[in-house]
């Protein structure tokens, strides 16, 4: 149970700032592919007068998604940062828009695709709430649950909005028990569509009992009407109240003991309860309506401002001490406090060079300050500071806490670094992204754009921490690795445009990883001498599997000194060394659990690199009797087709070595969920059309990694030369 939160000090807003700490809301949009979220903050864009014209995502002119790549596509592939105004609008009368602006949003556009899910992994770390868009047709899909797992593991509260509420087959009571079933939500309506498809003409104010009707003909949405309930959406609006009043009761104490003590419950009361309780990720308030109709978009901004947390309202950010790393130190939001921000996003700009993207925790900065870095433990400059606004810069003077920004002539920044003050030096925990899952060959196609092309590899891999650049020492090739083949696409054709480098590429490779079966025993000894000082180390280990997704852990359980205790870390060091390299294909070992046991050391021979040599001997001698597996991606994927072409897309999958987990049927749609190897799916896209006649889409989110079967194994082994 919660309690009421503690009332604003305003103290802790710089009697500078533009917008006070508690009228600022710091969201993102976020959502499954083509749910709707770009579409969406187009609207908001519109309704708060930052944009005169509406830009459709179809016709490639919507302001968030501003590359060239985004345009020709439809889809978004990184996260935009704008920023808006907006007063909370009348419940009397006809409203019409711009009659004054006092509460300023700055909004985060992310991208759908699950080869971006970087993108919004290190939005929702320096958000302060998110509103998650649903379909009101498909409801909660794939990426959905991932996207709903990150807000969750940063403790973002939300609100939900279920967009197109104007097609076909749309309904909210079905998409508002699919969040309570498969999010485990614990989520009521405060604004329920009127209507649906085409006959979509508003929402139900289920807080203030009343109907929002937007006129048909207004086709911008600018104008609705606020009027009493009819009889049948009377009966919808008080039984929605009173399920939404016992939901918030349950979580809120204050609601709940005027709910026991059956006291009065005002719309105020209310409305207050929902906002703690959201504020404190406890509740999650829905809405209906549908984005590209223009209808519902501003109930939705007064909810965000009525429900969403202000920066003032979270729970201070908890960063570690600089010199003490195991001591907690909390950075509370506070405009006079020391300045602390956190670099989430690095961006090339072709008008004015590196981007770096911050969020202000504390304190404030303005251009031409200097700012530590900790990892760096160096001081640079900042030459500006930049409101963004999609790829527009507006130049500031000053951020403040709360602010999200971006600063120019950073050079050694990197995604995830703190920027503090050098004298109250600390350490923000930084956001953490998956791993590729998919690699291959690229080099120029001349000898002469070999140099561009490493630069223009090194400042994309600087702006995606999932992209990763390495160089095969065997072959000397140079590897790129992503979280997909959109992923890959999309870097070389930033490749060819923005750096101007023609490249070839090789088919992609899959990430697997190898792990073992069984306990097992390994002995490593290195003894040489060649007259003089010699080498000696021998290391005694036993290993053993682990759960998957554990990850490799180490244990010394030596006694006696039989390895001295300087070279104990050099025997770990080889242990990590030998991991990189598996037993069966050479690909990362995975999932082991190894203890040191036993050694012996020399007076004289013994040296650092004798022990870790010896680590990894022994390493190698155990996964002999291990019982090693070869592992593959698995990935969890999702089939809408028609019903008529369910028998062929189930039989590809099958084909595939895929297995069908589950098939439900909705508005004439058939929803096939499969589990399918990465390595099977390449080229799906193109396939699902031709089996469906272009009626079908697909979507696939990384699941967990599985054993290979032997005769691909075998091989695999045969294509790398083991």
């Not at 600390?426 to 120029?444: G, K, N, Q, W």
């Not at 891999?461 to 065997?474: A, G, H, I, L, Y």
Request: negative net charge; glycine residues 8%.
């Amino acid at each position: 149970m919660m309690t009421a939160t503690a009332p604003v000090a305003t103290s802790l807003n710089s009697p500078k700032r533009a917008f006070l700490l508690e009228r600022t809301r710091n969201i993102g949009i976020a959502a499954h592919i083509d749910a709707g979220k770009t579409t969406l903050t187009e609207r908001i864009l519109f309704y708060t007068g930052m944009i005169h014209r509406l830009g459709e995502v179809h016709d490639g002119a919507a302001t968030t998604d501003h590359m060239e790549q985004e345009r020709e596509r439809g889809i978004t592939i990184t996260s935009a940062a704008v920023t808006c105004h907006w007063k909370q609008l009348t419940n009397e009368g006809v409203t019409k828009l711009y009659e004054g602006q006092d509460q300023r949003v700055n909004i985060i556009d992310t991208p759908g695709h699950v080869d971006f899910t970087a993108e919004v992994e290190r939005s929702l770390r320096v958000l302060d709430g998110c509103v998650v868009v649903f379909c009101g047709v498909a409801g909660v899909q794939p990426q959905s649950e991932t996207v709903w797992r990150q807000a969750t593991k940063y403790n973002v509260p939300r609100i939900v909005f279920v967009n197109k509420m104007d097609r076909v087959g749309a309904d909210f009571d079905h998409v508002v028990n699919d969040v309570r079933a498969k999010l485990k939500a614990h989520a009521a309506p405060v604004l329920i569509p009127i209507g649906s498809e085409e006959n979509l003409k508003g929402q139900i104010d289920v807080v203030n009992q009343k109907a929002i009707i937007y006129n048909d003909d207004d086709l911008l949405g600018s104008t609705y009407e606020v009027v009493d309930l009819t009889a049948d959406q009377k009966a919808i609006a008080e039984a929605a109240l009173a399920e939404l009043t016992e939901k918030v009761a349950e979580v809120d104490e204050v609601l709940g003991e005027m709910f026991l003590l059956e006291q009065e419950i005002t719309a105020a009361d209310i409305k207050a309860a929902i906002r703690r309780a959201t504020v404190a990720n406890l509740f999650i308030p829905m809405a209906g309506g549908s984005a590209f109709k223009n209808k519902g978009v501003q109930a939705l901004l007064d909810a965000v401002v009525d429900y969403l947390p202000s920066p003032i309202d979270v729970k201070a950010a908890i960063g570690h001490n600089v010199d003490d790393i195991d001591t907690l130190v909390p950075v509370e939001t506070d405009d006079n406090g020391p300045f602390v921000a956190l670099a989430f996003k690095l961006w090339s700009d072709k008008f004015v060079g590196k981007l770096v993207f911050f969020r202000v925790y504390s304190g404030s900065i303005s251009k031409g300050e200097m700012i530590y870095n900790p990892r760096t433990r160096k001081k640079e400059r900042i030459g500006r500071l930049i409101q963004i606004q999609a790829n527009e810069h507006k130049d500031i003077d000053t951020c403040y806490s709360g602010d999200i920004a971006a600063m120019v002539g950073i050079k050694n920044a990197s995604t995830g670094d703190t920027l503090c003050e050098e004298k109250g030096k600390v350490l923000l925990e930084p956001p953490t992204f998956p791993e590729p899952v998919i690699s291959m060959a690229i080099e120029p196609n001349t000898t002469a754009d070999q140099e561009k092309l490493a630069n223009g590899l090194a400042r994309l891999s600087e702006e995606d921490p999932t992209f990763v650049v390495k160089t095969d020492e065997e072959t000397g090739q140079t590897i790129i690795s992503g979280m997909g083949e959109l992923h890959l696409e999309i870097i070389s054709d930033r490749l060819k445009r923005e750096f101007k480098v023609e490249c070839r590429s090789g088919k992609p490779q899959i990430a697997y990883r190898e792990s073992i079966k069984a306990h097992a025993k390994g002995e490593g000894k290195l003894v040489k001498q060649s007259g003089g000082r010699g080498q000696y180390g021998h290391v005694v280990l036993d290993v053993a599997p682990l759960k998957r997704g554990e990850g490799i852990t180490k244990e010394n359980k030596t006694v006696g000194g039989s390895i001295p205790k300087e070279f104990i870390n050099p025997v770990m060091a080889g242990v990590d060394e030998a991991c990189r390299n598996g037993v069966i294909a050479g690909y990362p070992l995975v999932d082991c659990h190894f203890n040191i046991l036993d050694g012996s050391s020399h007076d004289v021979d013994s040296n650092e690199n004798a022990f870790k040599m010896a680590a990894i001997f022994a390493v190698r001698d155990a996964m002999k009797t291990a019982d090693p597996c070869l592992l593959e991606p698995v990935m969890a994927v999702e089939v809408t087709s028609p019903e008529d072409k369910q028998g062929d897309i189930m039989g590809d999958l099958n084909r595939r070595r895929g297995k069908i987990t589950s098939m439900d049927g909705r508005a004439g749609m058939c929803i096939v969920k499969a589990e399918v190897p990465l390595a099977e799916m390449f080229g799906y896209s193109t396939i699902v059309r031709t089996l469906s006649s272009g009626r079908a889409s697909y979507s696939m989110t990384p699941s967990h990694f599985e054993e290979v079967p032997q005769a691909i194994v075998e091989s695999l082994v045969e294509q790398r030369g083991y």
